[in-house]
């Protein structure tokens, strides 16, 4: 795979935030907002009444999550290549950096307020720009759900980011392993 293109990353940046969508939905499903004079008044979606933010958060997290399950799922099936890993240090703990993100809304974000919702808008792109840039896409909590863990490794050739679903454990550890981008690889199946 080699390089990620940009939307792609954009699209795996949202997915880290799908539980903060469905918070989302969940809290604002009966707000109603005024866009330029506009009511916008929650609509019924079979028996229940959504807001516009709630249908765009629970489509945004279906979009992202499917999207980085399939992506996951094209690499670990490739072919890969043998890596004998020479030391690791599990980095699991990675997960936790987005606490601060997810907390912070509940503190101050009132959901019928156009201005808290931009204000979130605005510190949320901010947050993506710097992920983006510093290559920190795999520090996302839908990867533990779907039971990943994440190790710095280090090879005879370099030092990368490992996602696997394997406990690495011991010494003389040789896995199959495919690039996702710089840096990160994913195990693959043998």
Same mark, same amino acid.
Do not use: C
């Given at each position: ?60 997290? &279906?979009?992202? @999550?499917?999207?980085l399950? =399939?992506? *996951? !799922?094209? $690499? %670990? ?28 809304p ?15 808008? &605005?510190?949320? @792109?901010?947050?993506?720009? =710097?992920? *983006? !840039?510093? $290559? %920190? ?17 280090e ?29 990160v ?6």
């Amino acid at each position: 795979m080699g390089r990620i293109p940009s939307w792609a990353k954009v699209v795996l940046f949202l997915s880290s935030y799908s539980p903060l969508y469905i918070i989302v939905a969940l809290r604002a499903h009966d707000a109603v907002h005024s866009i330029l004079g506009y009511r916008l008044e929650p609509v019924a979606v079979g028996f229940l009444e959504l807001s516009y933010l709630s249908i765009g958060s629970l489509i945004l997290t &279906v979009v992202s @999550v499917a999207f980085l399950t =399939i992506m *996951i !799922r094209m $690499n %670990r099936t490739r072919q890969g290549q043998l890596s004998e890993i020479e030391q690791y240090r599990n980095r699991s703990d990675m997960f936790t950096e987005y606490l601060l993100v997810y907390i912070f809304p509940f503190i101050v974000f009132e959901f019928a307020n156009v201005f808290d919702v931009a204000a979130f808008l &605005v510190l949320f @792109v901010t947050v993506a720009a =710097i992920v *983006i !840039r510093s $290559n %920190r896409l795999f520090v996302n909590p839908v990867l533990v759900a779907f039971r990943y863990r994440v190790y710095e490794v280090e090879t005879e050739q370099d030092k990368r980011i490992l996602l696997t679903k394997d406990r690495l454990d011991g010494n003389d550890i040789t896995i199959n392993t495919a690039r996702i981008s710089s840096e990160v690889y994913i195990t693959t199946r043998q």
